[in-house]
């Protein structure tokens, strides 16, 4: 190690000092009451997951309010919708189950950690459940709880993150369609953005 990092758990803790009683002690070990209430008014989530060889992966998730499903304290539904067929996440759950979440709410500062274990369904009954404009989910992921808890609000409000003043006037960052023919050969600008808007059109569901 050198003078400049960080390369093993004692170094780091004598770094931080002890963690606050009430950091360790809020961790429950299934979805109570609020974490549930928080879910259901929670229109976007993002999921870190990672292979078998540590390779990470995070994807965002967004619908109306309560499209993440309560089955259980122990138990979550997160449906996935049409997308770009990439599947990473499915991909690396398959390899290695451990995911973790973080519910986020316009308006809200606070957020709701979730982390657990997490396998495909496609399980009929519950993918009807989810049902949007006629259209059933790809699969579901189901999350078994193994820990939940509300962390502090200091990130938002450092970033003042949902003041109108934080947004950007889009027109000083190049569209998608701009980048996609920056970064990949044989693309064109104008028509890539089309077919974004196309499909954000057709295939939302």
């Known amino acids: 190690m050198s003078e400049t990092t960080i390369d093993d758990a004692a170094t780091l803790r004598a770094h931080y000092g002890e963690v ?15 974490c549930i209430h928080f879910i259901g008014i929670a229109p976007f989530l993002v999921l870190g997951s990672a292979a078998a060889d540590g390779a990470a992966d995070v994807s965002p998730k967004g619908d109306a309010p309560g499209f993440v499903k309560v089955l259980d304290p122990r ?39 979730v982390s657990g274990r997490a396998e495909i369904s496609i399980e009929p009954a519950l993918l009807e459940e989810m049902v949007m404009q006629g259209k059933r989910p790809n699969c579901a992921l189901i999350v078994h709880v193994d820990e939940a808890f509300m ?55």
Request: glycine content about 4%; hydrophobic content about 40%.
């Open 75 to 113: 138990r979550l539904a997160i449906p996935d919708r049409r997308g770009n067929n990439r599947a990473d996440t499915l991909s690396n759950v398959i390899e290695n189950p451990h995911v973790a979440l973080i519910f986020m709410v316009p308006g809200m500062n606070e957020t709701l950690r």
């Open 151 to 205: 962390h502090c609000p200091k990130a938002f409000v450092r970033a003042k993150l949902w003041a109108a003043e934080s947004q950007i006037d889009r027109k000083s960052f190049p569209t998608l369609g701009r980048i996609l023919a920056d970064q990949v050969t044989g693309v064109d600008a104008d028509d890539a953005d089309e077919k974004v808007d196309e499909d954000k059109r057709m295939n939302l569901y």
């Open 20 to 34: 606050h009683p009430l950091a360790v002690n809020k961790v429950l070990s299934a979805l109570d009451k609020h």
